[in-house]
């Protein structure tokens, strides 16, 4: 069985890591995986060093599609990766999450009938005017086989008519917090080389571009991260989206007069992991970011209106805050304080293994 993996954004990365693996522990199966880096995350910290640090193995095709507007961006990875379909032969595409990548992989592979898997299926957030919503609904209705993290996406899918091929098997980011988050402590020195104490600091991170290109929603962002630093400092590793939008809305001055208020630059994932496990909150408008806070057990701060990732409300780890300056001080507030319970239906750390197994399952079914 030969599958290629379309990924093109940080987190994906994450989730092929902890599925390369299952793939080679299976290899006697007859399973061969060959990756596609489509480049939507194209520099050095964004995505070289992740390869390097997480054992991915190397991309045999390195597209670069990282730059422009959604449409373009998309059609240039549907013109190439489709011309990669063409040329070769694969049993099935897999993809990830609700990237352009994912879209774009999922459309060039279905047009030309490869059966699709989407990893982190059923996912909602009710918002169509995200851009990830759109991608996470049509990926999910050309998609042949379908992983969900949770129940609740088991039940979306099933509302929206889609009952076949979807398996609940839990969350390949748990694994990768369960196996990458002991290597972090032992790795990782980001804590010293800031000079950051344990659960006295926050750590918050900002790439949407609902926030990143909307200047009244940025700025009030900021506003907000510059009043908490008076109590802990902010840590703020900077997409570099945000950094240009914070340049050009002229809130550079701002965040500069607020020593407390810490950018720095796009840290490595056992860095990351670090941060995420030591701060005493993390703000963020991040899927994956509020899934990490759970796993590691810090409050977390959702700076948009709504989450895919209900049962972290629902359970008491995660606020939405939206961008408002008031609402994002009065719910850090809030999070740290309420009563907290756990989430089991992220599955027992094996999702990756089992995704694999039903895979396997499913060709000798046919």
Known sequence: MKIITIIGARPQFVKAAMVSRAVMQRKDAGIKEYILHTGQHYDTNMSDIFFKQLDIPQPTWQLHCGEGSHASMTAQMLVEIENILRTNTFDYALVYGDTNSTLAGALAAVKLHIPVIHIEAGLRSFNKQMPEEINR????HVSTLLF???AAAVRNLHREGINEGVYHVGDVMY????TFGRIARQHSRILASLNLNPRKFYLCTIHRAENTDDSERLTSIIRALIDIATDFPVVLPLHPRTRICLEKYGLLPAIASCPSLRPIEPVDYFDMVMLEQ?????????????????????PCITLRDETEWTETVDCG?????????????????????????????????NAAGEIIDIILGNEKSE
């Open 175 to 178: 694994d990768a917090a369960l």
């Open 317 to 349: 780890w995660n606020q939405p805050a939206g961008w408002r300056t008031e609402n994002i001080i009065r719910c850090l507030h809030t999070v740290t304080v309420t009563r907290k319970t756990d989430i089991p239906e992220y599955g027992s750390g």
């Open 278 to 298: 030591e701060a005493a909150a993390i703000l963020t408008d991040s899927g994956g970011v509020q899934k990490e806070a759970f796993f590691h057990r810090t």
């Open 148 to 150: 969900c993290p949770t």
């Open 137 to 140: 609904i049509l990926t999910d």
